[in-house]
């Protein structure tokens, strides 16, 4: 039986209705695809720190989680990740990359224009109706 792995994922929307999408490293897990930053949510916390947790880690940067877009299971073949995406906004920093490799503001209309990671694409078509 697969590891089941709960992840958060933050949709930050800039200004200008853009929005953020990470490119991972390769080497890593998901090598290359792009992504809305996040990670997993640790025992003991809930949705909301965790999310803010890793993007401080991640970018260097405080955000503003706000309304629930959608949660997802997607099963890889490293487990079965059940990913809840955010609306967030920036509160503090400059969106530093930690862990990823580029960064890229997108219109919702562009974001098929990207290789995402499986687990983000049902939240894209939300987010595109939005």
């Given at each position: 039986?697969?590891?089941?792995?709960?992840?958060?994922?933050?949709?930050?929307?800039d200004?200008?209705?853009?929005?953020?999408?990470?490119?991972?490293?390769?080497g890593?897990?998901?090598?290359?695809?792009?992504?809305?930053?996040?990670?997993?949510?640790?025992?003991?916390?809930?949705?909301?720190?965790?999310?803010?947790?890793?993007?401080?880690?991640?970018?260097?940067?405080?955000?503003?989680?706000?309304d629930?877009?959608?949660?997802?299971?997607?099963?890889?073949?490293?487990?079965?990740?059940?990913?809840?995406?955010?609306?967030?906004?920036?509160?503090?920093?400059?969106?530093?990359?930690?862990?990823?490799?580029?960064?890229?503001?997108?219109?919702?209309?562009?974001?098929?224009?990207?290789?995402?990671?499986?687990?983000?694409?049902?939240?894209?078509?939300?987010?595109?109706?939005?």
């Open positions: 039986m697969k590891k089941e792995i709960n992840v958060v994922a933050a949709v930050i929307v200004d200008l209705d853009r929005i953020l999408v990470a490119k991972r490293p390769p890593k897990t998901l090598a290359n695809l792009w992504e809305f930053p996040g990670g997993k949510v640790e025992a003991g916390e809930d949705e909301i720190e965790a999310l803010k947790r890793e993007l401080l880690e991640e970018m260097d940067t405080e955000i503003e989680v706000l629930k877009i959608t949660t997802t299971r997607y099963e890889y073949d490293f487990g079965i990740v059940n990913l809840t995406t955010y609306y967030s906004k920036v509160v503090r920093g400059n969106l530093t990359l930690n862990e990823h490799i580029e960064k890229r503001w997108l219109k919702r209309s562009e974001l098929g224009n990207i290789e995402l990671a499986p687990a983000d694409l049902p939240a894209i078509r939300i987010i595109q109706e939005g």
